[in-house]
């Protein structure tokens, strides 16, 4: 849980919101939103698939981290057991 939480505070959030910038600005450049329909610049369709893989890795460590700690959860609850 310790690696995944940390993980997460030191590359994958910051590295997700350094992106989440870059693609504001590039709104600001191209005149249109980054989830809006039709034709985006090379940029923004860059920019937007970085976002969803740095994403998409956030939600799987947040998922491994949720796991160990069930886990370690289910480990200490049988060391209550008489």
């Excluded at 939480?5 to 910051?14: C, Q, R, T």
């Excluded at 249109?32 to 970085?50: A, C, F, Q, T, V």
């Amino acid at each position: 849980m310790l690696v995944t939480g940390l993980a997460n505070l030191v590359y994958v959030g910051p590295e997700t919101t350094r992106i989440m910038k870059e693609r504001k600005h590039q709104e600001t450049r191209d005149g249109k939103k980054s989830y809006d329909k039709g034709p985006h610049s090379k940029e923004m369709m860059e920019l937007n698939r970085r976002f969803g893989v740095l994403h998409g890795v956030s939600s799987l460590v947040n998922l491994v981290g949720f796991l160990g700690m069930c886990w370690y959860g289910m480990l200490l609850g049988e060391g209550l057991r008489v």
